[in-house]
């Protein structure tokens, strides 16, 4: 006969304290992963359109760390923005999955930058921003046409009306996020907050 396991109340309290433990452990090399993403230097010669680059590391749905030659630097992704919420809302699960898709929208084809200018600007924490492109395909609105990112509308910027187009298909055929009803509010929500700061 089998022996039922018993579980005490300090079985049960060490079981708690381990897993407390390794969710800290977790969260700890998390953060410092992004952080010393975060610290590269920023690029110091034009980046030009059509220019190859080299992917170093995905920061998160919207952000990543690329090399060129032997210039680190960060970029992020003009016209989208992956939303992101804290605890285990809709848009935290949601959070991880976007990333997930831009890493594996990268995995494929030769990536280069496209601007829309001549050269890609840079914002104040010192990133590169413009469109990453894999092969002939716009990452960025391939993930906006899937619900795997939303159209970033503080700003204007180029290719806006096409990312729009995109992101209204998504969500008019539930892709993505767009399937999740908490999900829709929270980033209609945002759409509000981004459309009441650009006409500040």
Do not use: N
């Given at each position: 006969?089998?022996?039922?396991f ?41 980046l ?10 995905v920061?998160?749905?919207?952000e ?25 809302g ?17 995995a494929s084809g030769?990536?280069t930058?496209?601007?829309d200018?001549?050269t ?8 590169v ?12 609105a ?6 795997a990112l ?13 990312y ?6 998504a969500?008019?055929?539930g ?8 999900a829709v ?16």
């Amino acid at each position: 006969m089998s022996r039922r396991f018993d579980l005490t109340p300090t079985t049960a309290f060490w079981a708690f304290v381990g897993l407390l433990t390794a969710c800290g452990l977790y969260f700890t090399v998390e953060v410092v992963r992004y952080q010393s993403a975060r610290r590269v230097a920023p690029t110091q010669a034009p980046l030009r359109a059509g220019e190859p680059i080299e992917l170093v590391t995905v920061i998160d749905g919207d952000e990543l760390t690329a090399r060129r030659g032997d210039e680190a630097f960060v970029l992020r992704l003009l016209g989208v923005k992956c939303p992101m919420g804290d605890g285990d809302g809709a848009l935290a699960v949601h959070g991880r999955t976007c990333r997930d898709a831009l890493r594996g929208a990268l995995a494929s084809g030769t990536l280069t930058l496209d601007f829309d200018g001549e050269t890609g600007g840079v914002d104040r924490h010192g990133r590169v921003l413009g469109y990453v492109m894999a092969g002939r395909l716009d990452v960025g609105a391939a993930l906006v046409k899937r619900g795997a990112l939303v159209a970033y509308t503080a700003y204007p910027f180029g290719r806006e009306a096409a990312y729009l187009a995109a992101e209204a298909e998504a969500r008019a055929q539930g892709r993505g996020l767009w399937a999740d009803p908490q999900a829709v509010a929270q980033v209609d929500a945002l759409k509000l907050a981004w459309a009441s700061q650009r006409s500040e």
